[in-house]
């Protein structure tokens, strides 16, 4: 992992009076999204919001769309639990459809503006990476319960399966701005499932 990488895991887990200045920031930027959008943020308006000086928003975070960045994939990472129903058609289910609630939301329709708009640095390169590097870690769970259930076999690429259930949802929020109806996500788990080799 890079320096920069490292640097996002750090302002993930911070400690101290880190943490203070990271909360009191992250709370600041996610009111503006909530209130006007996130086109609103700015560092200014931020800094008097938390109380944190713009330098040291600057310092930690370099550029307004590195900070937004960092806040929406940490909102997302809190919000977007991993299920545990006891099996995989239940897990995929659930992971699902809070994910399609999720990206209703401001905060997540933000995500997907960020996401749509931002132009690639370095920086906002490597957050986005390690945000989906530790959410694929995270998703294998669900299916490594399943074998351990003996629902598939140990040889599952998890990365893929959840490709595989996600993207659609993204696309249809994204593009299409089609429903995610529950007939439109039984359908992506069967597909998942089939991929997997379980039984539908």
């Given at each position: 992992?890079?320096?920069?990488a490292v640097n996002h895991e750090k302002r993930r887990r911070p400690g101290g009076r880190a943490?203070?200045?990271?909360?009191?920031?992250?709370?600041?930027?996610?009111?503006?999204?909530?209130?006007?959008?996130?086109?609103?943020?700015?560092?200014?308006?931020?800094?008097?919001?938390?109380?944190?000086?713009?330098?040291?928003?600057?310092?930690?975070?370099?550029?307004r769309e590195n900070l937004v960045l960092d806040v929406l994939l940490t909102a997302s990472e809190r919000t977007l639990q991993i299920p545990d129903t006891g099996a995989l058609r239940g897990d995929l289910t659930a992971f699902a459809t809070a994910l399609d609630g999720y990206l209703k939301t401001a905060v997540g329709q933000g995500l997907l503006r960020v996401f749509s708009s931002i132009v690639d640095s370095p920086d906002t390169a490597d957050a986005r990476n390690a945000f989906w590097r530790h959410r694929f870690q995270t998703v294998a769970a669900i299916f490594d319960r399943a074998a351990e259930r003996s629902e598939t076999t140990t040889d599952v690429d998890a990365r893929t399966a959840?490709?595989?259930?996600?993207?659609?949802?993204?696309f249809r929020h994204l593009l299409t701005r089609q429903p995610c109806d529950p007939?439109?996500?039984?359908?992506?788990?069967?597909?998942?499932m089939a991929y997997c080799g379980a039984a539908s």
């Open positions: 992992m890079n320096e920069a943490a203070k200045v990271t909360e009191a920031v992250h709370r600041a930027v996610l009111d503006v999204v909530l209130e006007i959008g996130v086109e609103k943020v700015g560092i200014p308006d931020i800094s008097r919001r938390s109380g944190v000086q713009d330098s040291t928003i600057y310092r930690r975070w370099g550029t959840i490709e595989i259930l996600v993207a659609p949802i993204h007939e439109f996500v039984d359908s992506l788990v069967t597909a998942v």
